[in-house]
Structures are given as C-alpha cells and as structure tokens.
C-alpha cells in the first residue's frame, strides 16, 4: 500500500492552493495594519478637535412650548413640605 505511486496531477494542484493560502495570509495582515491605522487617525481626530473647539457645551432648548426649559421647573423645593 505505501509502494503505490501518486498520480503526477497532485504536485500540479498543490501549488496554486499555497499561492492562494500566502494572498491570504497577506491580505489578512494588511486589512489588521488598515484597521491600526483608521483606529489611529480616529483617535487623533478626535484629539484635535476637542483641542480646536475649547467652547463650552450648551444645552438646547426645549422643542415643544408645553415643557419647561428646566426638568425641574414643575417641581417643588427639595427642602420644603406642604
């Protein structure tokens, strides 16, 4: 059984399976180096325009005339009772 010969199509057939499996390996390496990247240049984006835009946040205002501009307009004095 280990005497028998291979046929000779099998050497043809594994060369164009390990081309394929390195383009993969290195298309796979690439796309981890382009997502390193994006994730850098998001960071640092995020660094300069908090840097760039030193103003305060304001709040908006309400949309709707029925509700007051503070949520605790409605409310009554936390300290008194009645």
Same mark, same amino acid.
């Given at each position: 059984?280990?005497?028998?010969? #291979?046929? =000779?199509? #099998? &050497?043809?057939? &594994?060369?164009?399976? #390990?081309?394929?499996?390195?383009?993969?390996r290195q298309e796979a390496t690439l796309t981890q180096r382009?997502?390193? %990247?994006? *994730?850098?240049?998001?960071?640092?984006?995020?660094?300069?325009?908090?840097?760039?835009?030193?103003?305060?946040?304001? *709040?908006?205002?309400?949309?709707?005339?029925? %509700?007051? &501009?503070? =949520?605790?307009?409605?409310?009554?004095?936390? $300290?008194?009772? $009645?």
């Amino acid at each position: 059984m280990n005497a028998s010969e #291979l046929p =000779p199509q #099998l &050497d043809e057939i &594994d060369q164009p399976i #390990l081309d394929q499996l390195a383009a993969s390996r290195q298309e796979a390496t690439l796309t981890q180096r382009l997502v390193l %990247v994006a *994730a850098f240049a998001s960071l640092g984006g995020g660094i300069l325009a908090s840097t760039a835009m030193p103003e305060p946040a304001i *709040a908006a205002s309400s949309v709707s005339p029925l %509700v007051p &501009d503070s =949520p605790l307009a409605c409310c009554a004095p936390v $300290g008194s009772r $009645g």
